[in-house]
């Protein structure tokens, strides 16, 4: 009796150091919030299996996944210190930097590298190289148009577009599909796997693939905030990889926790887009590098093909304003 009395004595004291020791374990991770372009499609995995396998926690970090309504309201968000990381497109950045003439946003991670834009067409169009966009329909948004790229991927390759016919359309899949127009310019993983569903596509012409790539989603920070909080970053991109790597090694695991996280995703489709996603992941220059690492040149290129067709100020942004590698794991620090 008095054996079990000791052993219940202790047991309690167990239970009530575990129940003080918790508070003050959760006091310990520093609560900060990553707000997504847009709402989380398959290429956000990693911070899913990096929360639900808790990468993050191990990091020191209390991670809150926001999604978002486009690479300008994170890049915003992330400005007026609303949350401390964002994933937004690089090229936006640059654009947003040069034409509000801010300097105090930098990227230090790339999450998509090779643009996912292309053309899309139905099969039996005929269109399969750029020259043969001559001649057709070309449905579009006005913002689509309006962003330069479709001029720069013409002039690039030689395509004059006085011979193309431009439909300008919200619906421009539904134009496609409809047989109103005879391609689109979209996201190939994304919109081409929807629009393949419904009718089989030809292979997509990627921008990246003639010559124009835009550096697209990559986790964004203030650098005020980034001076003061540079273990945080590294915890923060340390736990990504490991995500990014168990996505790969073991895709239903990771769509099992993007799942968790996101229960009224389309399954199927989140796995669709997981997969397709790992052929942007890197540029042609930083194949065989570290996730997440960006090659400078091809930072500048981003910037050159901005300048020249989206009509951002000349000059006002250098590649090391809106990127940095120090904080890339395995860095020197």
């Known amino acids: 009796m008095i054996m079990w009395k000791k052993v219940a004595g202790l047991a309690a ?28 499609v398959g290429a956000d995995a990693p911070f899913f299996v990096a929360l639900g396998k808790n990468y993050f926690k191990d990091a020191g970090l ?16 992330v400005g007026n210190g609303s949350v401390q990381f964002g994933n937004a497109s690089l090229a936006a950045l640059v654009q947003a930097s ?7 946003i930098t990227s230090v991670f790339g999450v998509i590298q090779k643009s996912p834009v292309a053309m899309i067409s ?20 006005a913002g689509n148009l309006q962003d330069g790229m479709t001029k720069a991927f013409a002039e690039v390759n030689g395509v004059n577009m006085d011979n193309v016919q431009v439909i300008i359309t919200d619906n421009y899949k539904q134009a496609l599909l409809k047989g109103d127009a005879d391609f689109i310019n979209a996201w190939a993983p994304t919109d081409g796997l929807q629009i393949n569903d419904a009718a089989p596509i030809d292979p997509p012409m990627l921008f990246a693939d003639y010559g124009v790539n835009l550096l697209d989603s990559s986790i964004i920070v203030r ?14 991109l340390a736990a990504l990889t490991k995500g990014h790597a168990d996505v790969v090694a073991n895709p239903d695991e990771a769509l099992n926790y993007f799942m968790q996280y996101r229960p009224d995703a389309n399954r199927d489709k989140v796995a669709r887009e997981m997969k397709a996603m790992e052929d942007y992941v890197h540029t042609a220059r930083t194949e065989g590098k570290p996730y997440g690492w960006i090659d400078p040149v091809d930072v500048q290129q981003t910037i050159d093909l901005l300048e020249k067709y989206a009509g951002i ?13 120090k904080y890339q794991p395995g860095a020197d620090q």
């Open 13 to 40: 004291a167990m239970l009530t150091a575990g129940a003080l020791a918790s508070p003050v374990l959760a006091a310990d991770l520093t609560p900060v919030t990553i707000r997504l372009a847009f709402t989380a």
């Open 62 to 77: 209390d991670v809150t996944v926001m999604d978002g309504d486009g690479s300008t309201g994170t890049i915003q968000a």
């Open 223 to 236: 650098t005020d905030w980034l001076a003061q909080h540079e273990d945080i970053v590294r915890g923060f």
């Open 122 to 141: 139905l099969k039996g169009k005929g269109i399969s190289t750029p020259k043969d966009l001559e001649g057709k329909r070309f449905a579009t948004s």
């Open 313 to 325: 100020p000349t000059g006002w942004v250098k590649p090391a304003m809106v990127y940095t590698d």
């Open 98 to 104: 040069a034409q509000a003439k801010f300097d105090n």
